[in-house]
């Protein structure tokens, strides 16, 4: 592992060891430049907006002014005058005048004030109104102007090429003509562009990465720049529907390797399936639960344990008939255990792998050639088609993928696209990588100092809580372990798990005490960031004391050892400015999961170009391990995704989904065991020497109360580095040095956004009325212009312009039916923070690295 920062050299305060960075990082930046939004902005329809709010504001003055008048005289009708005041219309001019004859004459003033002034206000609505279509209209235009770059025709085609001949067929034959129907594509297509060209989304066009070092040159370097490379993949999930195409050839299943499912368990006469579950595949939402069994014969008990995913189909059945004496055929048998999920019987592509064709080849050149020759035939095709996809000329890929596709539904009889509507999920039969066009590109030691050095305050912030749970929840299992099983009592995975269940509400209710400490943890960090700013609603910037800072994380562990992915984005207006240190940085998400680098779509082109990617970041892991310690990897699939992964040269732990490694490295679920030796409760598991180390629970979940087997892993946090702070309507950017800690933010009702109340409306949702509302928040909570806005229900957050009346309008659409609380943050970098420039073009970017606490395992708990 190299280790940038001196270790001779004294730690800054609040630094307690020094973290580590691999050496190899990654550059992600967004597809396309920010400048391709910029017709889409109309400051003047701002302005305008501003204008007809404070006109509003003075009608509303002379709308009370108008009630409290009737009030104050008994006027006939002043009832159905009030009504229409209250929303600042005019009101009929026959009731009027009765009303204006019938109070003092300087009463009869302010109602004829009022009037005219509703009236001029209706006009200007009109005349803005107007003005604001047209505005809306030339920015779609603008638009679907920008859509005739082939490139951009193409993130429709990667992003979803099952709309794509809409799509095309649409922009090829626009006429410029306005309407509903253009109103629905353009928006569409505004969401492309706004997500290409904002977001550093390191899918192909979306938005290439960028393999690198750290070097010797200051800032962030490289020696030119070259031609795009693409790379076009085949999908984990349509890999497996030509491995079942396979599967259902008369035969040619024999030759399949069946295995136990990893969480069913065979005990006493019974076999019970335990499985994790997710509603989206994200590592948040992870669930650990029992899916119920029954007693089994001796017969389905000798099948079920002679699937061990190395002998074939037809050496089983040959096996069953030397060895078994049972009424029951073997194909029965074995198919009432696939049926209950308790084997797994098919071609399987091991998870992970990032070329799934070949992995489904390597298994059908064990069959004989009349029966596999069809399917390897058609393996070559697919994979011929890769290489061309990549290749062609970007006009002619969109047919080339509709061939490829109409010949995959002919092999496997189902549809070549899926999982419509998900955000994370592979929809088709190929997905695109692209490496970008700077060469050589390094990091200099500056910025590696700058990595492990400065921004280990946000580790450590963003560590502190998960690592107080480990070491709380530890305890709890401890107590739990020595209470129902006792000490030196070898406590196999089916066992626990069983007790776990029995005893799970009560070992949730003893983890809300650790809700609440970290809960309190929370408040302490919070108040120690702000500081008396938590109350000034005014206050833009909190200058944090990094020694102030320090003496709260002091207080905290720095054990458990971790792993950090953060994702960083450096504001800087120039790479010369970041080379010499003129910038400041924020990280925007900071996973501490698996190394992300060797977990993702791009590790392994990453590593075709950076061999030694994979033992650096090895070499970190086993840095975090204590000498009785071993490492063990998980094989867990991705429900929606291809879930990549480099093979480390460790254990893999079967969870779901086949594992890569060979058999001889692959550890099942039935092989592990808890123990409480000398008051410390350790993960073993039987033919591995020392203790297990997972890198993430089996569950995916940081708590006991999902996966019993979480303290055995390492910290967890998934998503951003910001401050919480829940109850606060306002925080603001929170800085320590060069390292932003937050972003200043703003928590806004959804609804107010609807309120149209000062375009003359209570309700509405026409775009000029919804500008206008959009205005008036961002001149009440002094809003910057550029923002993103998260948006209750949706995936992602969004960009907005705050004088681009399109993008507002795509805001406006995201939240018509939200519940609950819009997050809008300051777009930092902001637009003009853009150090990246390649081929004279400025893109949003991050630098993704990964980062290792020093280890200390003197300083582990213990029960």
Known sequence: MTTVNDPRTAAEPGVRVPWQLAPVVVLRQAGFPMELLAPLADPAAAEEARELVAHGQRLKELADAFKAALRRHPVPGAARLSSPAGFLLPVPEPELAAAAAAVPAEEAAVLRAYQDAARHFAEEQTRFAARHQDRLDRAGAAVVEAFGDERLRQVLLLSNDSAYPTFAAWLDAHDGATGRRTRKMTDLLTMYLQRVTTKNETHSHFGPFTPGRVGTAPGITWSGERELERRALFSHWAAEKLAQSAAAVPGLLDHARPRRRPLSFLRDGRIDL?????????????DFQHLGGRPVEPYEAWLWQHCDGERTLSELRQAWQDEQRCPVPFDEVLAGLAEREWVVVEFEIPIGDHRPLAALREQLLAAPAPLADPLLTAIDGFEADLTRFAALPLPERAAALAESKARFEQ???????????????????????????????????????FITDELSIVYETVLAGPRLRMRRELVILTRWVADRFGPGVEIPLDVLYAEFFRDRDAIARECLAVEAELAELDREIGAALLGEAATDPDRSEVVVDRERMAAVLAAQPSSPPAVCDPDILFAARSREDLAEGRFTAVIGDCHAVREVITHTSFGPLIQEHTPELLSEVYRGYQSLLADDEVLANLSRGHPDKSSTQLVYPCHDLEVYGRSAQSRDRVLQPSQLYLVLRDGRLELRAHGVEGRLRLMAPPAGGPSIRQDPLSPFAFPRHFGGAGLDAPDLAHIPRIRCGRVVLQRETWRIPAARLRDTAAFGRQTGRDDAALFVAACRLRAEHRLPRHVFVKVPGEPKPVYVDWESPLLVRQLGRLAARAEGTLEVSEMLPAPDQRWLDVDGRRYTSELRCAVFSAGNPAAEPRG
Not at 274 to 286: E, Q, V
Not at 417 to 423: A, E, F, I, P, Q
Not at 426 to 439: N, T
């Open 274 to 286: 335990y499985a994790f579950t997710t509603r989206d595949g994200l590592d948040t939402d992870w």
């Open 411 to 449: 092999l496997t009889g189902g549809p070549a696209n899926r999982n419509s509507g998900l955000h994370y999920a592979d929809r088709s039969i190929l997905f695109e990588e692209a490496r970008g066009r700077p060469a050589d590109l390094t990091v200099g030691p500056d910025l590696a100092r």
